[in-house]
């Protein structure tokens, strides 16, 4: 495989799980009566489109084809978050729990590939940022978690 592809099959897969995180926060936003809640899900939402326009920037930089939607596990994934909130007493702090280990995932999954020395500079850069976003979110959401417990 060549290079160019190697890079950007890993890319794309960080693209796939931007798609889904952000569709994933557009249905928590949707799912929450908080409208300080409702706000702070549509700002991560709008981090991880701007992480995808990045990813598929970067992923046709290389001269490969961006994937254009979300993962089948992502897709499921938003579905139990719906389904997990329809019967739990508190909605607000289950949402914020499954938000939690979605970017908890997030953030394992760029370590992971981070790992690899192989990453163009200007790569590097964008998936360090973005990482240090991802780290931010959490901490903003354990946060969020406290106030609503």
């Known amino acids: ?3 160019s592809e190697k890079i950007s099959n890993k890319l794309n897969e960080l693209l796939e799980k931007n798609y889904d995180a952000e569709k994933g926060y557009l ?3 949707s799912n ?17 489109s701007e992480f995808a326009k990045n990813l598929r920037t970067e992923i046709l930089s290389y001269g490969q084809i961006p994937e254009d939607n979300g993962s089948f ?10 389904l997990k909130s ?9 949402i914020l729990e499954e938000a939690l280990r979605g970017e908890a995932a997030s953030y394992d ?7 690899e020395d192989d990453f163009a500079p200007s790569t590097r850069k ?24």
């Open 32 to 48: 929450v009566e908080s409208k300080k809640l409702k706000i702070f899900f549509k700002k991560r939402a709008s981090e991880r």
């Open 109 to 115: 999954e760029y370590c992971e590939i981070l790992k």
């Open 1 to 3: 495989m060549k290079y």
């Open 73 to 82: 596990k992502g897709t499921m994934h938003r579905n139990w978050m719906s």
């Open 126 to 149: 964008i998936l360090e940022m973005q990482k240090q976003t991802i780290q931010s979110a959490i901490n903003s959401l354990k946060y969020q978690e406290e106030l609503v417990s």
């Open 86 to 94: 329809m019967f739990n007493s508190n909605d607000e702090e289950a």
């Open 27 to 29: 249905n928590a936003a």
